[in-house]
């Protein structure tokens, strides 16, 4: 049903309509950013690239049909987060704490996972991302990021393990 919601409110998105444009927007905002933050680890940069994926929606939503908008916006985030790596050529991390009041077990909860995630590869963040964060399936996955489903699952299981191993 929700998926049905936001595939009429990117129809009228289409149409220049801005109350669907911020429908979309409130919904996609949060997942779209934690896509940008696990490929990239900057806070900052998270922000403007999910400032440059709502932009790139507003200003040029696509005419062809898109059977799976969530996957299609997920998909520019992701992308977009790739080309900033590609083009910078240090990123450093020195901001991960949330900018708002968490207690400090929750920091340090937050701390340890964002750690954590920085030992697996850029494919596995991206994986756990769309999957956690997202709530893509994984074939929506292996679509976005060119992988056959078997391997997308079976680097999704290796980075839990990963990740368990860790923490």
């Given at each position: 049903?929700e998926k049905e919601m936001l595939k009429n409110d990117f129809e009228r998105l289409k149409k220049h309509d801005?109350n669907a444009f911020i429908t979309i927007y409130n919904e996609l905002k949060i997942p779209v950013y934690t ?133």
């Amino acid at each position: 049903m929700e998926k049905e919601m936001l595939k009429n409110d990117f129809e009228r998105l289409k149409k220049h309509d801005k109350n669907a444009f911020i429908t979309i927007y409130n919904e996609l905002k949060i997942p779209v950013y934690t896509i940008a933050y696990r490929i990239v680890c900057s806070k900052e940069l998270a922000e403007d690239i999910t400032q440059e994926v709502f932009l790139r929606l507003f200003s040029s939503p696509p005419d062809a049909e898109i059977k799976n908008p969530r996957a299609w916006i997920f998909a520019i985030a992701r992308n977009l987060s790739l080309d900033h790596l590609r083009k910078a050529e240090n990123i450093n991390i020195d901001d991960i704490t949330a900018t708002f009041e968490h207690s400090e077990s929750d920091i340090i909860a937050r701390l340890d996972v964002e750690t954590a995630l920085q030992h697996l590869s850029t494919t596995e963040r991206e994986i756990i991302t769309l999957h956690l964060n997202a709530g893509l399936s994984f074939k929506e996955i292996a679509s976005i990021t060119k992988l056959s489903l078997p391997s997308t699952y079976r680097r999704y299981k290796k980075a839990l393990g990963k990740l368990k191993a860790i923490l």
